[in-house]
C-alpha cells in the first residue's frame, strides 16, 4: 500500500489511512476502524430519530460529528453536535445521544 493507498475499514489499521465514508456496516449501524486490546474507534451511523439510552465507558472517550445533527446528552445537559464538532468524556461518564438527522459518529474509546 503506497502513502496515497486508503483502505475501507480494518480490525487493526496502524499506519494505515482509513476512509470512513466508506467502511462496511453491521445491521446496527456500526463499522469497527479500528480496534486493538488498548484501543478502539467505531464509526456510528444513526438515522434521524434514533435513541441510544444512558450508559458510560469503562475508559475516557471522544466522540466526532461527522454528519448530521445529534443532541448529546451528558448527564442531563444536551450538546447539539453537527459536522466538525467533537467531545471527550472521562471514564464512566454517563451518556445518551438523540440523532435529529440522519448522522455519523465517530467514537473513540480507551479500553481499560
Known sequence: MTNNETTSGCTTCAGQI??????????????????TEQFHALRLDLP?????????????ITVQ??????????????????????????????HSLHSLEDSAMLVTKVNV
Open 48 to 60: 434521524r430519530g434514533k435513541k441510544i439510552p444512558t450508559h458510560h465507558a469503562k475508559g475516557p
Open 65 to 94: 460529528c461527522l454528519k448530521g445533527c445529534v443532541n448529546f446528552f451528558v448527564g442531563s445537559t444536551a450538546h447539539e453536535m453537527r459536522p466538525g464538532h467533537w467531545l471527550f468524556l472521562e471514564a464512566k461518564t454517563e
Open 18 to 35: 482509513v476512509d470512513l465514508n466508506s467502511v462496511e456496516f453491521t445491521e446496527q449501524g456500526r463499522s469497527q476502524v479500528a480496534k
